[in-house]
């Protein structure tokens, strides 16, 4: 068994305890890379993210446990890597990115086993392959899988810059600045965050169907179901208040739009990386209203979502619409069961 990891002294020296992660840039260094050879020691195949324990020797010639994170186990089981393949004993290799906290934790990006298999936790060239036997799409229902944004999908669902850290009122800076993104991300008692943070999910599929009077929203990420009411035009005025809010809809044309109000204060933006300062999180107080617009668009058979936000208690504008498109899916929504997590990651023993 060998180890080789990369700047791991200035790592250790530099960085505070581990911390659990939603988001790359903050907990990992993609310009650090990793190469482990070592023994499984053990496998958390769970969601929202799995997390390898293997035995390797140091450069020191000591035996030490690496804990190395990577996606959902939904998602890797997709992309082929099971549980099964990283039974305790298992020989391999894994490379991906060293942590900015722990000299001993990183991210996984490809697995190798002695037999020649190599499987990236990405699938086939970091992308769900194209389906070319699927049907064609006439408008926004069934089922649809993310579009990759991003050329690389290691940077695709990083943290990076918010221009509406510009815009804060006092009392969106004051929710700000009261805010520890390594301690109080949502995500570590399984809260689906926001609307838009679960129009991003990665790697998970979301389903959308029409009934009588009602459309049903129905995302992998968080089991989130949201139900749109298409028979009122009005939010109940003492309604309860979630992080997903209360949403009701109507038809423009073929265009669904959804409009939602009764959010609980919370979090959009996990984590903010801005250069010569600390993360930091965005926060939304209870006036936070959305308006989203899904379309279809034929030609190019995508799914097209807009979402529109305002919180004139937190922010002097409103936010610039989001976009995201969807490309049809015949994957089946599995059951999430997100498993809390700890600010160390892993679950506690």
């Known amino acids: 068994m060998k ?6 002294l200035a790592a250790a020296l530099a960085a505070p305890a581990a911390h659990a992660h939603h988001s790359f840039a903050p907990h990992f260094d993609i310009d650090k890379p990793v190469d482990i050879s070592g023994t499984v020691i053990e496998y958390e195949a769970r969601n929202p993210h799995s997390y390898l324990h293997i035995a390797a020797v140091d450069e020191n010639g000591k035996t030490q446990e690496y804990v190395c994170e990577s996606h959902g186990f939904t998602q890797l089981s997709r992309n082929g ?5 990283l039974k305790p004993g298992t020989e391999l290799r894994v490379d991906g990115s060293l942590s900015r906290h722990d000299p001993h934790m990183c991210f996984f990006n490809n697995v190798y086993f002695p037999d020649g298999r190599a499987l990236s936790v990405n699938g086939p060239r970091g992308a769900q392959p194209a389906r070319a036997s699927l049907p064609q799409r006439t408008d926004i229902f069934g089922t649809w899988m993310l579009a990759p944004a991003a050329p690389d999908p290691r940077r695709a669902n990083t943290s990076r810059p918010q221009p509406m850290m510009n815009f804060l009122t006092p009392a969106g800076a004051a929710a700000v600045a ?14 689906p965050v ?9 790697g998970t599929p979301l389903s959308i169907t029409r009934e009588p009077d009602r459309v049903v929203l129905r995302h992998e990420w968080m089991d989130v179901v949201r139900v749109v009411d298409l028979t009122t035009r009005e939010h109940p005025a003492d309604g309860p208040r979630t992080s997903l809010g209360h949403s009701i809809g109507y038809f423009e044309g073929d265009t669904l739009v959804i409009e939602t109000a009764n959010y609980s204060a ?4 996990q984590y903010v990386e801005e250069p010569g300062k600390p993360t930091r999180g965005l926060l939304h107080s209870a006036a936070l209203t959305s308006v989203e617009r899904l379309s279809f668009d034929a030609e190019r058979q995508r799914l097209v979502v807009e979402v529109a936000l305002e919180d004139p208690e937190f922010f002097t504008r409103a936010f610039d619409v989001a976009r995201l498109e969807y490309a049809p899916s015949d994957l089946t929504i599995e059951p999430f069961n997100c498993t809390p997590e700890g600010v160390t990651g892993t679950i506690a023993r």
């Open 81 to 85: 890597i099971t549980p099964e393949m």
């Open 3 to 8: 180890l080789r990891f990369e700047h791991l």
């Open 194 to 202: 926001a609307i838009r943070r679960v129009w991003g999910a990665p």
């Open 178 to 191: 009261a805010y520890d993104p390594f301690k109080d991300d949502p995500t570590f008692r399984c809260d």
């Open 266 to 269: 919370g979090v959009l933006n």
